[in-house]
């Protein structure tokens, strides 16, 4: 795990053996990744393919009082005007000052690409210190002067003597891993190496013990919630909600966070992941170089997961009664909220789509509302999703497909499948509501999600929306994708090669 001293963390394909190529039901899929033979699985076609720069942005454009400089052709800057709108709102809700996104573009054009682009880099860096008085500056590199041989780090480090901002650069040049969520660790080890310090305790003049064992105290009772960009400020609310019950600090990070955040992140007595595909890098750096334990195991969506992650945190402050007091209360009552609900959802059937450890813990909480899920598609797949996998009550027979993209393997599966609805991450919905099916996003930063409260909120509007379909019916009727009918009839995973639904491991 001690990377940080590189400049670069390995690539996921490398450091966890993810797979980003799978066809085959949930049995096949829990077999191969015993087997270890699910890393390297490749495709002979291809449609479409994420990129971890844009992932990195997710994350990066949402911190307060930093410039974003991505450091690229102008095209690899454009998915970020997507975002500025929502960034800035949320970015309010922590500290009404914020300015909202800000980000710069190098745009190297072809000239550079043959006299290299160092020279906008340090006029884009001066710039933004200069103009902005940011508290950091995060530069991301991309493709191109990754391949024509920038010397980011060093042009940096020149840079750092003569602004008064940190600056953090960040790795995530997008041709180097299939696994689109090799961003988190990117984004993570830039911070890591440039934000993330252990302040000096400054010697007090006359020692004061009353405000030395207020601190400890503090420190005792603080936890580090990584959130995740596609969590809504509701699931944070939620959150906090259920650990102030436990008589504990929630404290959130990174998305959202200011700069100077992270120089406290060692003064916590916990570091709580709500997405292990997110976090893994980032905790495991923490407890190897500051000894700060971590919860890796859950993420709180869904009944049972919910109390799993609580559990894992009572366990570690050895509150476990104080938690199931909490459990049992909680769940009481929304028993009593779902009764209705459970009803009109039983027995519609589910299909689910997007990042590996939300696809696997809404499938359970749509099992437990009484849904039906007959497929599911996994951004990659790697070890995290073992212990979900094998507690999710489905057949073995349901079929899982591993793909970034891939939207002509996602089409074909619906067709066969006929889910009631489709449960699905942004950027894909709009294939399956062309299909003609109702499409639910299995994220969004203005609907809860998390927690119990996440649990009601699923139901109900899950609800409202399988009463009324008739718009995606009448969106199929009117539009169709872009594939031959005799595509539909062929096995959807026959561009996967060398799948372990052929293969002995």
Known sequence: MDFIKEKAPPVREDRLKACNAFGGSCCQLAEGARKGCLNGIKRTFAQTQGCQLNLSMAILNTLRNAVIIIHAPIGCGGGSTAMAGLTKNFQKLRDAKAPGLIWLNTNLDESDVIK?????????????????????????????????GDDLDGILAQLQAEVAAKIVPVHCEGFKTKIQASAYDAVYHGILRNLVDV?????????????????????????????????????????TRLLRALELNARFMPCYAHPDDFETVTEAALNVSICATHDDYFVGHLQAQYGIPFVLRAIPIGIMNTNK??????????????????????????????????????????????????????????VELGLEVVGLKGYHYDGFGDDFLNDLDLSDEVLFNVATGQPFEQS????????????????????????????????????NYMGYNGVFELARRLTRLLKNPVFNRNLA???RLPYFEDWYKQDPFSYIDDSPAQSNG
């Open 116 to 148: 290299g682009g160092e020279s906008k880099l340090r006029e884009a860096v001066l710039y933004a210190d200069r103009e902005f008085r940011p508290s950091a500056i995060i530069v991301a590199n991309s493709c191109v002067p990754a391949l024509i």
């Open 199 to 239: 302040r000096e305790e400054y010697e007090r003049v006359i020692p004061d013990e009353l405000e030395e064992l207020a601190e400890n105290y503090r420190r005792s009772k603080t936890v580090n919630i990584l959130n995740v960009s596609s969590m809504s400020r509701f699931d944070e609310d939620e959150l």
């Open 477 to 479: 009727a009117n539009t």
């Open 412 to 447: 074909n599966l619906l067709e066969r499948l006929k889910p009631d609805i489709y449960v699905g991450h942004t950027g894909g919905n709009v294939w399956a509501a062309k299909q003609g099916f109702p499409v639910y996003p299995i994220f969004g930063q203005t609907v």
């Open 309 to 366: 992650w609580l559990r894992d945190i009572g366990k570690f402050f050895t509150i476990e009664d104080r938690v199931e007091r909490l459990i049992e209360a909680e769940t009481r009552e929304l028993e009593k909220a779902l009764a209705p609900y459970r009803e009109a959802l039983r027995g519609k059937r589910a299909f689910l789509a997007g990042g590996e450890i939300r696809v696997l813990a809404n499938a359970t909480a749509l």
